[in-house]
């Protein structure tokens, strides 16, 4: 997780732009770069996970071309022997930088992975915005007075240009727990759009989820797919650990991907320990559990809220987070089977 701040058309001073990337700090730890290219900002936070040494660090500018870019694009070795990459770093950076440079906004097609990223290029002036296909990676944005800021997360916007809550955003989260349609609870503060692009303030689609009946995978498929795409998100190089709570997705990810470190959370009363602890007497890594009581979910609750400068989607978040405190302790990348219950039919009122 790394984070990003850009502002196209900047009228800021580097004092507020600093501060504003600082907030941010909590998403990339290792280092904070800043750069101002042509009236226009970019900033970046970054966890290093691919390639630790400096010479990856953000923003990146290579021929020119600037980027700022949180995520991982999980095939980059395949695509630096396919496509020809003359690289001269370890990184996943590099690649999306040399990948834009020969194809263009169609880069995009080539990229497995999860990513959120702002790429300017120094001669032509282009603005190239991108975010991956199901929006796993945030990206906020806000336009006014022909400038734009980008950021990935809502305060960072906040700490340069206040914006008012949004009463129709606001009764969205009321009703669905969540917003949609790209709003967020304030007026003039949006999501960047999932499996879209920007180039010069233009947006386009470039993927959309095709939907309609088809033959379900056989068994050899199925299995080849989920190894696949736990192995490929195991290219880090730092070590990388699996949550475990016992259910059928995270004990099937932990056993493909056979961690030395698990994890599990929850309350005294309310956890899934005992599964975990039985998925875990034939893994058999260092199992680790993170018992939360109320006054600490409450007050942890309070403090994301406010961190964020904006309400949480799900419950769950704030074991998650407290879970992954101690997570760092031992594991910077740490698999989780997200999304599975959904793609499974698990859920009661999917019915």
Not at 99 to 105: H, L, P
Request: glycine share 6%; charged share 25%; aromatic share 12%.
């Amino acid at each position: 997780m790394c984070g990003l701040l850009s502002v196209i058309n900047n009228n800021f001073n580097n004092e507020s732009l600093n501060h504003s990337l600082s907030l941010m700090k909590h998403r990339g730890p290792d280092n904070m770069g800043e750069v101002c290219i042509d009236n226009n900002y970019f900033g970046h936070q970054r966890l290093s996970i691919i390639d630790l040494n400096n010479r990856s660090n953000q923003p990146l500018t290579i021929d020119n071309i600037t980027i700022v870019y949180n995520g991982e694009i999980y095939n980059y070795k395949e695509l630096i022997k396919d496509c020809n990459l003359q690289v001269t770093t370890g990184s996943d950076t590099e690649v999306i930088i040399l990948m834009y440079k020969k194809f263009g906004v169609k880069c995009l097609e080539y990229f497995n992975g999860m990513f959120a990223f702002v790429i300017y290029d120094n001669r032509t002036k282009d603005v190239f915005v991108a975010r991956d296909r199901l929006g796993i990676k945030p990206l906020y944005y806000k336009e006014n007075n022909n400038r734009t800021i980008y950021s990935s997360e809502i305060s960072s916007i906040l700490d340069l240009s206040e914006s008012e809550i949004s009463d129709f955003g606001l009764r969205q989260y009321r009703k669905f727990r969540m917003t949609l349609n790209n709003d967020t609870i304030y007026k003039d503060i949006y999501f960047f759009p999932p499996g879209h692009y920007s180039f010069n303030g233009k947006l386009v689609k470039y993927w959309d989820l095709e939907i309609g009946v088809k033959d379900p995978p056989v068994d050899e498929e199925l299995e080849y797919t989920i190894r696949d795409a736990v192995s490929i998100r195991n290219r880090a190089d730092v070590p990388v650990g699996s949550y475990l709570s016992g259910g059928l997705d995270s004990t099937i990810l932990s056993f493909i991907l056979n961690p030395s470190n698990t994890w599990t959370v929850g309350f005294e009363s309310l956890n899934e320990f005992e599964w975990a602890s039985l998925a875990n007497q034939t893994l058999k890594s260092d199992h680790f559990q993170r018992l939360v009581d109320k006054d600490e979910f409450i007050s942890t609750a309070e403090f994301m809220i406010k961190k964020r400068k904006e309400p949480l989607s799900v419950p769950n978040e704030v074991l998650i987070y407290l879970m992954t405190q101690k997570v760092k302790e031992k594991n910077t990348v740490v698999l989780s089977g997200e999304g599975a219950d959904e793609l499974f039919w698990g859920y009661d009122r999917i019915f």
